[in-house]
């Protein structure tokens, strides 16, 4: 148990911009699973998997409405009837709201008068990450208490030790949520023995573009994350926690602050927590809104006060984090499964999802869909239902030519049948040569030109480009340089092949993942989409009518060049 001298010890920090990691490079390598027979174990799918068209030959009939309606948006360039429930009107308002809180520009979606409407309701589904969907006013302390609130934290406190909740999230297979699927339990377990304070940090950065599940989270079912920091805390035998959310979420920030406020007076946190001597107190803080913040040592440094900028591994958190003490970083959604874990057991939570992937996972889901926002699936469910049936699939029967399973950093996946039906898992999505992430699912439909795709991406890297390492800073600065040409029209192929050279040049030797993230894209999408960069050059179209300009000589005789004044400042 922790002294709980430490709580008061120790000050909030600094207010500054700023992660670090858990030796997620040592993790071990799960077996590869086939993709086509990774389903999910679970009851918990909202209704059975339909048979769908072939993507590129019909267009997608969507079959079912969704279990709920997406509280967030990115794009809804056009939308599917409104599926007939009471709640419906309300919910896309506030899908709407969200996404313009967000900073997204949403246009409310138009109905779609040809599209059919599916007048069965789908089956239930018992969310348990997202369970303000079913239990109206969650975020309240009370209805989340008349609903089982802070048992599990009461339970884990007063009959467990630390170790027996390692022990439990161990046992549920529980995988990190935040990007990289670490095994939560094995993280825990590896904090340096015998060192004290330590520290449990909430990761909230949530900045990779595509990404809105850790905001629906905590503005709407705040106290489940919350009980969820707390137990981790109490695993870790840390008496203080931190909750790091990117500086755009100031709005959620003071709403969290106040829920602090309550708990504390509450007597869910302070000293003597249940009567024991455990003590713990938890902060909120904001950062400046940087993406590499997202990182985990660079939260520390930005936590600690300092520019946000990755830290050089190991040593790794579990040793010397936060204040060079050991520390468990995690990421907001995987915190929110702690408690539903701990009340429920881990064999219940294994029930759910793949044998590899268990549990529940917020997907979500952007782009040329008719419904974009979260959705809260069994890891396993395929594309094709979470695309078709429950995202209405592509407006206006366009075909899907690509999808991002991980934001903007993600591989560019060709869209074909075989990967629509592949299981969104960690292991069936590295078979594919792609990777789960966060699982923000952006749908990329026909006419999306890759070109410009990666230009978008590759001005959002370099501008996040924390600077530190000279591969990441110069590579992303010649990449965007490159594409920008390249989408002006003012390039020529050997210009994609330069592309190809740097990005390839990146890959693999910086401090950090992000320069990885940068290339990442830029590369499988010249790898699948190769046309779509060389038409864009000089010599893949018919070049442009230019002006005459006056003609100039490649070489000037050296007599003809002394002759001429030298430009100040040469
Ligand atoms: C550039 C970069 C940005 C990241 N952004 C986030 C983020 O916004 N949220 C997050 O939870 N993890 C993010 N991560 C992953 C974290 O470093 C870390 O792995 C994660 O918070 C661990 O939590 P988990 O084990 O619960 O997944 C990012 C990693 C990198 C390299
Ligand atoms: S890879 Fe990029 S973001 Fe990471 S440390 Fe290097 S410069 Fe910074």
């Given at each position: ?28 390598k799960p077996?590869i699973e086939n993709a086509e027979?990774a ?136 995988r990190?949520r935040?990007g990289a699927g ?26 990779e573009p595509g990404t ?142 793949t044998?590899k992937s268990?549990?529940?996972k917020?997907f979500c889901l952007s782009g ?11 890891l396993g469910t395929t594309f094709r239902?979470l695309i ?12 899907v030519k690509a999808i991002l399973t991980a934001g903007a950093s993600s591989t560019v996946l060709a869209s074909n049948d075989a990967l629509l039906d592949t299981a969104m898992d960690y292991e069936s999505l590295a078979a594919k040569g792609g990777a789960l992430g966060s699982a923000s699912i952006i749908v990329l ?5 890759m070109?410009?795709l990666m230009?978008?991406t ?49 890959a ?5 993942p992000?320069?990885e993230f940068a290339v990442t894209p830029v590369l499988s999408s010249l790898a699948k989409f ?41």
């Amino acid at each position: 148990m922790a002294d709980e001298k430490n709580a008061a010890e120790v000050p909030a920090p600094a207010n500054a911009g700023g992660t670090a990691e858990v030796p997620e490079g040592e993790a071990p390598k799960p077996p590869i699973e086939n993709a086509e027979t990774a389903k999910p174990r679970s009851a918990h799918q909202p209704a059975p998997e339909k048979p769908n068209p072939p993507a590129a030959e019909q267009p997608p009939a969507p079959a079912a409405p969704p279990p709920a309606a997406p509280t967030t948006a990115a794009t809804a360039p056009d939308a599917a009837p409104a599926v007939p429930s009471p709640g419906k009107a309300a919910l896309e308002a506030e899908a709407v709201a969200g996404a313009t809180a967000a900073g997204v520009s949403v246009t409310p979606p138009a109905p779609e008068p040809s599209a059919p409407v599916t007048p069965e309701p789908p089956a239930k589904y018992e969310y348990i990450l997202l369970r303000h969907r079913d239990i109206p006013d969650l975020h309240k302390l009370e209805v989340y208490r008349q609903h089982g609130g802070y048992e599990a934290f009461k339970k884990v406190v007063t009959t467990m030790t630390p170790q027996q909740v390692v022990d439990e999230i161990k046992a549920s297979g529980l995988r990190g949520r935040g990007g990289a699927g670490f095994p939560t339990g094995l993280k825990w377990s590896f904090l340096t023995k015998d060192s004290f304070p330590r520290y449990l940090v909430c990761n909230s950065d949530e900045s990779e573009p595509g990404t809105f599940k850790d905001r629906e989270i905590m503005e709407k079912n705040p106290h489940q994350f919350f009980e969820g920091m707390m137990i981790a805390a109490y695993a870790a035998q840390a008496n203080v926690a931190y909750n790091y959310l990117r500086g755009e979420f100031w709005e959620v920030a003071a709403k969290l602050d106040a829920i602090l406020d309550e708990l504390r007076r509450e007597g869910l946190l302070g000293h003597n927590l249940f009567g024991t001597s455990y003590a713990l107190d938890m902060h909120n803080h904001l950062g400046a809104g940087a993406y590499i913040c997202g990182e985990e040592s660079a939260l520390l440094e930005s936590l600690e006060g300092k520019l946000g900028q990755p830290r050089l591994k190991p040593p790794f958190p579990a040793d010397k984090g936060l204040y060079q003490k050991p520390t468990v970083v995690n990421n907001t959604e995987t915190l929110t499964n702690v408690p539903m874990i701990l009340a429920r057991g881990a064999a219940w939570y294994k029930t759910i999802g793949t044998e590899k992937s268990p549990g529940p996972k917020i997907f979500c889901l952007s782009g040329h869909v008719k419904r974009p926002g979260n959705y809260e699936l069994p890891l396993g469910t395929t594309f094709r239902h979470l695309i078709y049936e429950l995202g209405g699939g592509v407006p206006s029967g366009k075909t899907v030519k690509a999808i991002l399973t991980a934001g903007a950093s993600s591989t560019v996946l060709a869209s074909n049948d075989a990967l629509l039906d592949t299981a969104m898992d960690y292991e069936s999505l590295a078979a594919k040569g792609g990777a789960l992430g966060s699982a923000s699912i952006i749908v990329l439909d026909e006419t999306v030109d890759m070109a410009w795709l990666m230009l978008k991406t590759t001005r959002f890297f370099k501008h996040e480009s924390c600077g530190k390492c000279t591969p990441c800073r110069e590579g992303t600065y010649w990449m965007l340089n490159i594409l920008e040409r390249l989408n002006k029209g003012d390039a020529v192929k050997a210009d994609v092949d330069l592309l190809q050279t740097v990005a390839s040049q990146v890959a693999g030797k910086c401090l950090c993942p992000l320069g990885e993230f940068a290339v990442t894209p830029v590369l499988s999408s010249l790898a699948k989409f190769r046309a779509d960069f060389d038409g864009h050059t000089q010599d893949g179209k018919p070049a442009p009518a230019k002006p005459a300009a006056a003609a100039r000589p490649a070489a000037r005789p050296a007599a003809a060049r002394k002759a001429e004044p030298t430009p100040a400042g040469d």
